[in-house]
């Protein structure tokens, strides 16, 4: 008799630890718009490497994002997981600050459009205490009619600044194992 079970594929992601160093606007590994930045400051650095540095475009209805994508199938497991710090050090996101920090999982459709649904959190804002680093993880399966799962991270429009630094995302697919004993 044989059980399904799930298969990770570990991260995908390219240089999630920001190890890669970049320099201003070039985040190396990722695609971005907006207002995001590669930041190697120590202190801004979840583990070795460096970080990245996201705040809003100060146009509302328009965000800062970071974000690579994968080829999937549909009914197969995605999970993204981001590191993120309020920093008492630049323009933190606290008061009437109305910036925040979204991880974001888009299924995008053969035609190239997001198809709605995929999983969303916030990340950061200013409900958030300064100078600690928080953890979100977000999970979705592929749905039918679609090619490609990205993993995003963005900032809305307004003042203040996320650090981002240490991100995962992993794909998990079902397969087909043999029990390894008799329960």
């Known amino acids: 008799e044989s059980h399904p ?7 995908v992601l390219n240089n999630p630890n920001f190890s890669t160093t970049g320099s201003g606007l070039v985040v190396p590994g990722w695609n ?9 400051r120590a202190f801004g650095s979840y583990s070795a490497g460096g970080a990245a540095k996201l705040f809003g475009t100060f146009n509302p209805g328009t965000n800062s ?33 109305d910036n925040n ?10 035609n190239g459009a997001e198809i709605p ?3 969303s959190e916030n990340a950061r804002n200013v409900s958030h205490p300064l100078g600690n680093w928080l953890n979100t993880t977000i999970a979705g ?9 990205t993993s995003a991270a963005r900032a809305s429009a ?26």
């Open 5 to 11: 079970t799930q298969v990770a594929s570990g991260n």
């Open 32 to 40: 971005t718009f907006g207002n995001v930045y590669f930041d190697g």
């Open 65 to 97: 994002v970071m974000y690579q994508s994968f080829k999937t199938t549909p009914g197969t497991e995605w999970q993204f997981s981001v590191n993120t710090l309020n920093t008492c050090s630049d323009s933190p996101l606290q008061g009437t600050n």
């Open 101 to 110: 920090l979204v991880a974001h999982i888009a299924f995008m459709g053969v």
């Open 117 to 119: 649904g995929g999983p």
């Open 141 to 149: 399966t592929a749905p039918a009619g679609q090619s490609r799962a």
């Open 158 to 183: 307004g003042a203040g600044d996320a650090l981002i630094s240490a991100m995962t995302s992993s794909m998990f697919a079902s397969a087909t194992a043999r029990p390894s004993s008799t329960w």
